[in-house]
C-alpha cells in the first residue's frame, strides 16, 4: 500500500517542540494550505488547516528553524489517531508525520511578511520589480536567469542517453 503526502503551506504558529520519556525530540506544528479551487457561493479559495508531527532530528530542525507564517514543504504519510476527549467521547484526528520538511520560501520572504512575486537566480534573489525594462507595450519579461552550465555543442551522438 502506498501512504504519501506533499503539502506545502504557511505555519499558523511557531513549532511546539517536545521529548518523550526516553529523550526523543517531537515536533507539532500546524500549516495553512489553500485549496487549489475557488469556493463557489463567495469566489474565494479556501484554507485547510493541516496538523503536522516531526519526530527526531526532522522535529529538531523544524523547531529551530522555522517560525509562524513561514512556508513549509512537508513531505510524509497521513495518519488517523483515535483518542477520548473530556467527555469520554472517542474522536479521530487526522495529522501528516513528516518525513522531511523543507524551506518553501526564502528567509527574505518570509521576513517581509510573505511571498514578494520574486524569482531565484542561483543564491541570489531578484524581485520581479527588477526585471528587464517593458518595451512592449506595458509588459516586462523577467530577465534570464544566471547559470552555471555551459551550452553543448551541438554534436551530441556521444552521449550515452
Not at 503526502?5 to 507539532?28: F, N
Not at 489517531?81 to 472517542?90: F, L, P, S
Not at 509588459?139 to 551541438?154: G, I, T, V
Request: proline share 3%.
Amino acid at each position: 500500500m502506498l501512504n504519501h503526502i506533499v503539502l506545502m503551506g504557511r505555519l499558523t504558529k511557531d513549532p511546539e517542540l517536545r521529548h518523550t520519556a526516553s529523550g526523543v525530540a517531537v515536533a507539532s506544528f500546524r500549516i495553512a494550505v489553500d485549496r487549489d479551487f475557488n469556493n463557489r457561493d463567495t469566489g474565494e479559495k479556501e484554507t485547510d488547516f493541516i496538523d503536522v508531527v516531526a519526530w527526531r532530528q526532522t522535529g529538531e530542525f523544524v523547531s529551530k528553524y522555522f517560525s509562524k507564517g513561514r512556508m513549509a514543504v512537508v513531505s510524509g504519510r497521513l495518519q488517523m489517531r483515535n483518542w477520548t476527549d473530556k467527555e469520554g467521547g472517542k474522536r479521530t484526528s487526522a495529522e501528516v508525520v513528516a518525513d522531511n520538511v523543507y524551506f518553501g520560501d526564502s528567509k527574505r520572504d518570509s521576513e517581509g511578511g510573505g511571498y514578494a512575486g520574486g524569482s531565484y537566480a542561483g543564491n541570489s534573489y531578484r524581485s520581479n520589480s527588477e526585471s528587464a525594462p517593458a518595451s512592449n507595450g506595458g509588459y516586462a519579461a523577467p530577465a534570464a536567469p544566471k547559470s552555471d552550465f555551459a551550452m553543448l555543442e551541438e554534436d551530441d551522438s556521444e552521449l550515452p542517453f
